[in-house]
């Protein structure tokens, strides 16, 4: 009876529990400024530009995130 109600709280549960502190601070960042690069958002937010490259890609993975455009001045789309 109550599967659909369930399966969409536990789903916005799962997902963020799955975050990281940093991919989560990522995703909050790019929800503010979508237009940021891997290298600006490496200088924010003080973490190595390797990393927050890994971190991208991560979240691509999950598709919590993608790219619209050209890396160089394209933008962040935030999907979850």
């Known amino acids: 009876v109550n599967d659909g109600v369930n399966d969409g709280v ?3 549960v799962n997902e963020s529990a ?3 502190i940093r991919q989560s601070l990522i995703l909050r960042t790019l929800r503010q400024t979508p237009k940021h ?3 600006s958002l490496s200088e924010t937010l003080s973490i ?3 990393t927050v490259e ?3 890609s991560v979240l691509k993975e999950k ?3 993608k790219r ?3 890396d ?3 933008t962040w789309i935030v999907l979850k």
Do not use: I, P, Y
């Open 48 to 50: 190595a530009l390797r």
């Open 72 to 74: 160089k001045t394209g």
């Open 68 to 70: 619209s455009g050209s």
């Open 54 to 56: 890994r971190e991208l």
């Open 37 to 39: 690069t891997a290298k």
């Open 63 to 65: 598709q919590f995130v």
């Open 10 to 12: 536990n789903d916005g």
């Open 18 to 20: 799955t975050l990281s």
